[in-house]
């Protein structure tokens, strides 16, 4: 066995100790998200009596606040450390919780209600920004920078596999106990999270001078554009796949999110390394088109494995444009802005997610 094959296996074996504590918290914040995605949308129209602008409202209004909010993230994981960033994250969502609780309260009254929902869902939003920027700069720090294409890979795996299992928890728990599961469920998680947030090692904030938000944004505009282009598809599946299966009276909605989940975690799995290795612009084309057939695909469906199928390919493609664009945005900012720059391209890579899409399903 050549020296270079066991250097190799050492620095992946490093990588791998390094990054799977913070890709536990990634997957518990998101794990809360991730029960809510395939029952807000029933909720919404089939409990509260809204239409699907309502829903799509709800649902991007989460997304709309986390754009908003990454800029802000960013500044305090660089000025306050990653560590208190996700701290705050998690805080965040358990009291999104409580709203979503309080807002099942006053069910009889709908408009009241689907506004509580709208304050815990925005909340949600930031809690996500923190805990996403903050723990990509977290791993960043930690691990080398020949690493950065991996590092954003994974910690966004932990991200969909948080939504491969919570979907089928989070129909399960509403068919139950209705949707103030769901809102305990979002607390409680959250906050058995922070005791993992003390074990771990902080990093302490950079010293030199952080360049600023507009500096920052006009150097990774570029791949934060093409992401955003990118995570269309996302929003289209996350969003409307469900009223998608209740309008053609399909069954286990959601194995959409799932299949979707599985097929862009093991594209991550296999293929995370590309992106250091052949240049994430060239990952990220690749993917696109990828992504872009499964869209068509369940534009066409006339049966639901049709629409699994086009979720599957959907997530498969979806899963390296964000960190192949990734890694040219953290290539143009110096180290002391990681978690500026990550909420900078984030910020722009996010925002079709929060577009309410008015149509009938």
Known sequence: MSVTTIQERASAASITATLLPIM?????????????MPVLPLHVHDGLGFGTFVVGLVAGSQFAASLI?????GHFSDARGAKRGVVAGLLAAATAGLLYLLSSGFSGSPLISVAILLAGRALLGGAESFIITAAVSWALALAHSSHTGKVIAWVGSAMFAAFAIGAPAGSALYAAYGFAA???ATTLASLAALPLV?????????????????EVVGAVWVPGLGSALGSVGFGAVTTFVVLLFAAKGWANEWAAYTAYAVAFILARVFFSHLADRIGGAKVALVCAAIEAVGQALIWLAVRPEMALAGAALTGFGFSLVYPGF???AVRRVPAQSRGLAMGAYTRSS????????PRSV
């Open 24 to 36: 536990s918290l990634v997957f518990v914040g998101f794990l809360v998200i991730g029960v809510a």
């Open 69 to 73: 909010s990454r800029p802000w993230a």
């Open 182 to 184: 769901i809102s305990l």
């Open 198 to 214: 003390a074990l771990l090692p902080a990093v302490a904030p950079a010293k030199h001078a952080r360049a600023s938000f507009v």
């Open 326 to 328: 990734g890694v040219e």
């Open 350 to 357: 996010i925002s079709p997610r929060a577009w309410p899409v």
